[in-house]
């Protein structure tokens, strides 16, 4: 054989090989979507007065710390979401002037109503609306980075709408409805605080232990009372500066590991800036204890019992999926805001694999009468193009596994799009070839400029036609996406089995003879 040709056979044989190696077994290499796989749908709402009430607690906060560096001794009111507004308690002796230049420049924009004995601070004209949509949009990042660690392949996570704070998730193939809710939904807040009574079996007893008030710096949360074996006995409670030592948004990376007796925690490291002050706030409370905050439960309170320099480790009597989760959620971060389920569906597989049945059904239908009208046109020529289309088939679902790309009903229709495109090249390259030889040009010369001329116009409709697919990849969503995947994967197959692999066969049937009088064709 011609070392031309040998090389083209070699390289047919590696590709349509490796196609088959990453294809088998077919059942479990192909991931199926939503619409095939069942899975779950649900509508989120993000609970947007959270994030407005979040940003006039830190102004509130903010102002009064800045302002007793002034030496103004402000105490904290209340934040009003309706009113859009938090007050502030001024002594009757506070200069008006030196207050309102520490608001200029720590609450800018904000407008100032001075009252008796308390000022209202409201905050500036359509400020709530960008919140507002800063909530959702961070929430729909978030939601998407724990999802995506989670492992779920092509899943639809979108806004309805513009403005909405709705968030549409669609997540095929998930057999654990309830561990995926619990993980989209968990706020995952952390903080480190400082513990400055407690625990104590109730709240009650708690107050009477620090004088039956609780001070403005600090906060009254609650904690499971766990025995020797981990079990929750019952709720027991701790008093908690407010101000945090460091927060989950300080941390670099987490990950879920195992003490010394193989009890699963979490693993931590905090970045630079953050390790610094963890090591010196611990290395100066040895012996004193320290909270782990979880979206205001309190998870563990340990004893400090050395400097930890910026990698430390969360206990809590986790099983191995708790922490998986919480080291997950430490990674892809905070919600701005609680969200609720609005909707939520569970689709079925059955109507997936009836949907699989009739999609097979229609493509091998679709591929038996274009492989039937190739052989009876075409004649032997025919059999070259159905060796080219279903090697075209076997590369599409070879890529398609290796990429680990998801089949959705859209998906099949692209498969099956494909398979007239394949043949749309053949007969293209086919009818050129027989022109040349209508005209009295010998055969090898015939398929040698029909393979040219025809090479052109299959390059420009199928370059056309990806760049239309690329889009719909970055633009698209869900099916679509897939429907994307499939139609790219098939033009780069079709073009490479009608134009490379038919060539390649017609060559290995004239190779070795000297004069080839017709083709079948």
């Known amino acids: 054989m011609d070392s031309k040709i040998l090389w083209r056979v070699v390289l047919i044989v590696a590709v349509v090989g490796l196609s088959l190696w990453s294809l088998y077994p077919p059942g479990e290499k192909i991931n199926y979507g939503l619409d095939l796989s069942g899975g779950i749908h649900l509508v989120l709402q993000v609970q947007t007065d959270d994030a407005i009430k979040a940003e006039l607690d830190d102004a509130s906060q903010r102002l009064v710390s800045r302002a007793r560096d002034e030496n103004i001794q402000l105490t904290q009111g209340e934040s009003n979401i309706e009113d859009l507004s938090f007050t502030v308690r001024v002594p009757a002796d506070t200069d008006p002037s030196a207050l309102r230049e520490v608001a200029d420049n720590w609450v800018p924009g904000y407008t100032v109503r001075p009252g008796a004995g308390t000022w209202t601070f409201q905050l500036p004209p359509n400020m709530d609306k960008t919140v507002r949509d800063m909530a959702v949009r961070s929430s729909l990042e978030t939601i998407w980075n724990r999802v995506d660690q989670f492992g779920v392949a092509e899943p639809v996570i979108q806004r309805q ?34 513990v400055v009574a407690g625990p104590a079996p109730d709240r009650q007893s708690l107050l009477s232990s620090i004088g039956g008030t609780v001070p403005s710096d600090s906060e009254i949360l609650p904690g499971d009372r766990r025995g020797l074996d981990g079990t929750v006995l019952g709720v027991e409670y701790y008093l908690l500066k407010k101000a945090a030592i460091i927060s989950g948004q300080e ?72 922490a998986e989760d919480l080291a997950l959620k430490l990674r892809a971060g905070a919600l701005p805001a609680t969200i609720v389920y609005l909707e939520e569906r569970t689709v079925g597989p059955s109507l997936g694999r009836d949907s699989v049945v009739r999609g097979v059904r229609a493509a091998v239908a679709g591929l038996l009468i274009v492989m039937a009208f190739m052989l009876v046109y075409y004649r032997l020529s025919g059999l070259n193009a159905n060796v080219a289309l279903i090697l075209n088939l076997i590369i599409l679902l070879g890529a398609m596994a290796y990429f680990g790309a998801t089949l959705t009903l859209p998906g099949i229709a692209g498969v099956i799009l494909t398979i ?4 749309d090249a053949n007969v293209l390259i086919f009818e050129r070839i027989r022109e040349e030889l209508q005209v009295g ?18 390059l420009d409709a199928n370059l056309t036609t990806l760049i239309a697919a690329l889009f719909l990849f970055n633009f698209g969503t869900g099916p679509v996406k897939g429907f994307a995947v499939t139609l790219s994967i098939g033009i780069l197959a079709s073009v490479f089995t009608a134009v490379f692999v038919s060539r390649t066969i017609f060559m290995m049937v004239l190779s070795g003879r000297e004069r080839v009088e017709s083709l079948s064709i």
């Open 161 to 194: 709408g513009l403005d909405s704070d709705r968030i549409l998730v669609q997540l095929p193939g998930v057999d654990d409805p309830a561990r995926v809710k619990d993980l989209i939904s968990s706020t995952a807040f952390l903080e480190f605080q400082e």
């Open 420 to 423: 007239g495109m394949a043949v």
């Open 251 to 322: 941390l670099r990376s987490a990950r879920r590991s195992q003490d010394e007796y193989g009890q699963p925690v979490v693993n931590f490291a905090t970045q630079p800036h953050a390790a610094e002050k963890f090591g010196q706030y611990t290395g100066s409370h040895i012996g004193t204890r320290m909270a782990i905050v979880l979206d205001e439960k309190v998870i563990s309170a340990p004893t400090i019992e050395s400097r930890i320099p910026g990698d430390g480790r969360i206990t809590g009597s986790f099983t191995i999926e708790d």
């Open 441 to 458: 040009k010998t055969v090898r010369a015939a398929i040698d400029t029909g393979f040219a001329r025809a090479f052109g116009t299959i």
